[in-house]
């Protein structure tokens, strides 16, 4: 126990950065007022220019942070590979660094992982926009990093899982291999693992009541870059790993 | 999100593990869906402008999702060349 709260001590939460020092620190922030406190976060500095570690106190939060270092950029999958290999908890839970967590968020992640049976190897929460402007309202309206329930016989249940906001057991993560390190960038890596794991024969859960806020990157330009990662990542994992 | 998520807008969740690229690339948005997008945003109370510029951004968003995932082919290439 920390304080009067709740450690959830066989949970790590793993996180990558690059060069988002200020958000980095407003999500470390956001995990101090969770209602139940992970066992560990793991931050991954991608190959930050500016160091991460000396920027951080890592004594102030009400959790056990730990700093890693990539000094050259690994992208996310790889990061983040780095980061499970670095963890210890049985659940494994991810968000971004451009993301604020919600004081529920862990504990539901974990509850509904912890409630389901084996072959249930991830549950991924819902994201809502941090600002207010018309890309984020976009963003949200069309729940773009909000797989939907594909599966008419199991409602609740998502294609794949989306590492702005999901956990994952280590065994299933383990089993599948992990994030493929082929895509080099953020869009596809976290459907790729998904299928990795949808492979091994499991499945994954929608969770309403685990919730982040996403600062959605605003402007045409970085609308069009975004989903032009996204389709890059697509067609990647639609050529490996499809069908399953 | 991902190529699966046009599926799913089309309401075939049946062929979500089950499609290749040629199908996925078929299954993206297309201009006569158009209307009906900005029909939706309306009747989901979406606003009037609002509504306008949303599918101003799926236009974005799908010649961008579109123009990605026919150059994703080369990650696989690169693959079979290493």
Redesign the interface.
């Known amino acids: 126990m920390m304080g009067n709260k709740k450690t959830l001590s066989d949970t790590s939460v793993v996180v990558t950065t690059h060069e988002r020092m200020d958000m980095l620190k407003d999500l470390l922030d956001s995990f101090s007022r969770l209602n139940c406190l992970p066992g560990e976060v793991i931050v991954i500095d991608d190959g930050s220019e500016k160091e991460v570690a000396p920027n951080l106190d890592l004594d102030t939060y009400p959790y056990t942070l730990k700093v890693f270092r990539n000094e050259e950029p690994k992208g996310p999958a790889g990061a983040r590979n780095v980061g499970v290999h670095r963890s210890r908890g049985e659940i494994i839970a991810f968000t971004d660094d451009d993301c604020i967590v919600e004081s529920g968020w862990l504990k539901n992640l974990y509850s509904h992982l912890k409630s389901g049976d084996e072959m249930l190897g991830g549950v991924g929460g819902k994201v809502k926009a941090y600002d207010d402007d018309?890309?984020s309202?976009?963003y949200e309206?069309?729940s773009?990093?909000e797989?939907?329930?594909?599966?008419?016989e199991h409602p609740n249940r998502i294609?794949?899982l989306?590492t702005a906001n999901c956990a994952v057991t280590r065994e299933a993560f383990m089993r599948a291999g992990g994030f493929d390190e082929?895509?080099d960038k953020a869009?596809?890596d976290d459907?790729a693992m998904s299928m990795r794991m949808?492979k091994s024969g499991y499945y994954f859960e929608k969770e309403e009541d685990a919730i982040i806020l996403h600062r959605f990157k605003k402007g045409?330009r970085n609308?069009?870059?975004?989903?032009?990662?996204?389709?890059?990542?697509?067609?990647?994992?639609?050529?490996?790993y499809?069908?399953? | 999100m991902s190529w699966i998520d046009i599926y799913l807008s089309d309401e075939e969740p049946g062929q979500v593990y089950g499609a290749d690229a040629e199908e996925a690339l078929t299954s993206m948005l297309k201009i006569r869906d158009l209307p009906h997008l900005w029909i939706n945003y309306r009747k989901s109370g979406v606003g009037l402008v609002n509504s306008s510029i949303f599918v101003l951004f799926d236009i974005v968003r799908n010649i961008a999702y579109r123009k990605g995932f026919e150059a994703g082919e080369e990650y696989l290439e690169e693959e079979k060349s290493e």
């Open positions: 018309i890309f309202k976009y309206f069309k773009i990093l797989p939907r329930p594909h599966d008419r294609p794949y989306v082929n895509i869009g596809g459907c949808a045409f609308l069009y870059r975004t989903f032009y990662r996204y389709g890059k990542g697509g067609r990647y994992v639609v050529d490996r499809l069908p399953l």
